[in-house]
């Protein structure tokens, strides 16, 4: 059951990432722009331009470009950068794991903050600690990611001068030696503490900022789930039958109001991966949000299309994963 | 960015507990209607708290042109660059010395016409969709659906970016991209509540009475969807305009001088160590937005909501 779940999964992610790259190359290659005029820059000659329009297969007809487009994705070869010159999938290795560090920190707090803030919430209805997360989940929804990014960096920055205003690490520190290329664990890792120091204060700020949604998200649908559950008729009866309160809503609510909140997993790399696209520019952070940015600014088609594809596969992968991990804890589930 | 929809399966009961019989009766919708409104205002300050800042917000889009104490557009480097807060420039002015209480009071226009353009077309097409879908079953469903799926397969605002950089850094093609994000929603939406509704009994007297098909969907079942379509709406306005000032901000949609507030929030990033005002400001006006039509959006949604157990 679960090889057919995953085989149907997976022949949908085919067909999703062949859709996205059908309409983003349709699109790009309707807008009059001349890529080649763009590499070459606006003082090459003529026949420089023709050169780079021949080298990078701009003169073949449309439907084969989007084939050799399609046959280099499948291996990973999304062609060169046009404002770097490297190969895309060179530039998402170096900086796809900057914004999973961000990302993950981000699912973390969230999680950790927003799942027993819910709880509580849904529990004690009306109360201070109900009128917190109230606050955070409907303000979480209306701040502008960037906004909040910006006025964040604002304070602790420019005012208090607490936090760095961007980047991994100082300019002066070297990063860590490269095991997962996550600054954080790497530097752990290799038992160098400063630098440990450098980039968990480099994070600070930026993981708060993008947290933020999510914790909204969260701390909302865990509320929400566990109201639903609470009002049910066999909490009542556990109650009725003398269990002590605590009990019942670790033991007998919890672990049915905490199953849709599981979805929202998936729902979050969302989040957190649009999130990344502004508060990466606000904080000057070396991930796939501002490289996506500086791509598009710069016109730069290959970089723009591999990096859209990359971040929906990994989407639609995790939204994979959601749902297996679902049918073992839900059995009630038959596909 | 869509995380927080709602589902169209609790959506589709929520809407189908009335008898068709009463539905048909022309008095009972009127009568529940005023009373869920009266629940709706009376019932939750912030529900108020939402109508009162929206309704600013429609006012200035209207006539925030003609009100605004400057000109939004005239620029005064040598006088008035970057002055903070005053009596002549109650929120302070921008890097070229245009006042920005004048530029926030016109961009709201902007995000209006934003809101309605993207909204419009996505919700025509998206109920098209799902009108047909669910109406006609079958192949025709399993085609739109699938096809409705991979659209919402995306992070929403990545796919918006992909299509707008695709087709070029401007206002217009940012409405189409949002109007390509948002439609699928509304297919779903609309499709969930067409299936539970052509069961209903005076949809089959209407075919009994040999209806054209056409006229069922556009006079029975339609307006029986709207209440729903409307709730997802309100919710989706404040989405719609945060989606495309957060796509300005990263250089797509609006471009300068355009007093968009997320155009002008990116310019303001230059100067944020000299002139917190300038970022603070058109921050502050979205992110009320935002809230407001939130706030209208949940509160519609526990009103005309029977089975929402919240208040």
């Known amino acids: ?335 | 960015m869509n995380a927080d929809r709602i589902d169209p399966a609790t959506m589709a009961t929520a809407t189908g507990t009335a008898s068709p019989l009463l539905d048909e009766a022309r008095q009972r919708p009127e009568s529940q209607l005023r009373k869920n409104l009266k629940r709706f205002l009376v019932g939750n300050r912030l529900n108020l708290l939402g109508v009162v800042i929206v309704a600013l917000f429609l006012f200035l889009a209207a006539f925030g042109e003609l009100l605004a104490p400057h000109d939004p557009y005239t620029a005064d480097i040598t006088n008035s660059k970057l002055l903070g807060p005053s009596l002549t420039h109650p929120l302070g002015t921008d890097e070229l010395g245009r006042d920005l209480l004048s530029r926030i009071m016109t961009g709201t226009r902007i995000s209006v016409q934003v809101a309605l353009i993207v909204l419009g077309f996505a919700v025509t097409f998206g109920t098209v969709v799902g009108l047909i879908a669910g109406y006609f079953g079958g192949w025709v469903d399993e085609v739109l659906m699938r096809l409705t799926d991979m659209f919402l397969a995306f992070p929403a605002l990545i796919l918006a970016v992909a299509i707008a950089a695709s087709l070029g850094r401007n206002l217009r093609n940012t409405m189409i991209a949002l109007a390509t994000v948002f439609w699928p929603w509304y297919a779903r939406l609309v499709r969930a509540q067409v299936l539970s509704i052509k069961e209903r009994e005076y949809v089959q007297a209407a075919h009994s009475i040999g209806m054209p098909q056409s006229r069922v969907m556009l006079r029975h079942i339609l307006p029986n969807a709207a209440s729903v379509i409307i709730i997802q709406i309100t919710l989706d306005v404040g989405y719609a305009i945060l989606a495309t000032s957060s796509l300005s901000f990263i250089g797509l949609g609006a471009q300068p001088p355009s007093p968009e507030w997320g155009t002008m929030m990116s310019t303001a990033r230059n100067y944020f160590r000299d002139a917190w005002w300038y970022m603070a400001f058109p921050g502050i006006a979205l992110t009320l937005t935002v809230l407001a039509f939130n706030l209208i959006g949940d509160g519609l949604q526990d009103a005309l909501d029977p089975r929402s157990g919240r208040r």
Do not use: C
């Open chain 1, 1 to 335: 059951m679960i090889t057919r779940l995953i085989i149907r999964r997976l022949f949908f992610l085919v067909l999703v990432l062949f859709g996205l790259s059908l309409i983003t190359f349709t699109l790009s290659h309707l807008v009059p722009a001349d890529p080649a005029r763009m590499i070459a820059g606006p003082r090459a000659s003529k026949s420089a331009v023709e050169k780079i329009r021949e080298d990078y297969g701009l003169n073949d007809p449309l439907p084969v470009q989007y084939v050799n487009y399609v046959k280099g994705a499948v291996t990973l070869d999304f062609g060169r950068s046009f404002s770097s010159r490297r190969p895309v999938s060179e530039d998402l290795g170096r900086y796809l794991p900057a914004t999973i560090e961000l990302g993950l920190y981000a699912f973390l707090i969230a999680t950790v903050v927003g799942v027993p803030l819910g709880v509580a919430s849904a529990v004690k209805r009306d109360s201070w600690i109900d009128h917190f997360s109230r606050f955070i989940s409907i303000s979480g929804l209306a701040l502008p990611v960037f906004w909040l990014a910006l006025m964040a960096q604002f304070f602790f920055f420019g005012k208090l001068g607490w936090l760095p205003d961007g980047q991994r690490l100082p300019n002066s520190v070297d990063p860590p030696r490269s095991i997962t290329h996550l600054y954080t664990v790497d530097s752990l890792l290799t038992g160098n503490w400063e630098t440990l120091r450098y980039s968990m204060e480099h994070l600070l700020l930026p993981v708060l900022v993008l947290a933020y949604g999510s914790l909204a998200v969260v701390t909302r649908m865990v509320r929400g789930g566990m109201i639903e559950v609470l009002n049910q008729d066999y909490i009542r009866t556990a109650r009725a039958k003398g269990l002590a309160s605590n009990e019942v809503v670790r033991k007998h609510a919890m672990k049915n109001a905490l199953l849709p909140a599981v979805t929202s997993l998936g729902l979050q790399v969302g989040l957190l991966f649009s999130g990344a696209f502004l508060v990466e520019i606000v904080f000057s952070w070396p991930g796939v949000g501002r490289y996506a940015v500086d791509a598009i600014q710069a016109v730069d088609y290959n970089a723009t299309m591999a990096t859209t594809l990359v971040i929906a596969a990994i989407f639609v992968l995790v939204n994979m994963f959601v749902d297996i991990l679902y049918l073992f804890l839900d059995p009630r589930i038959a596909l």
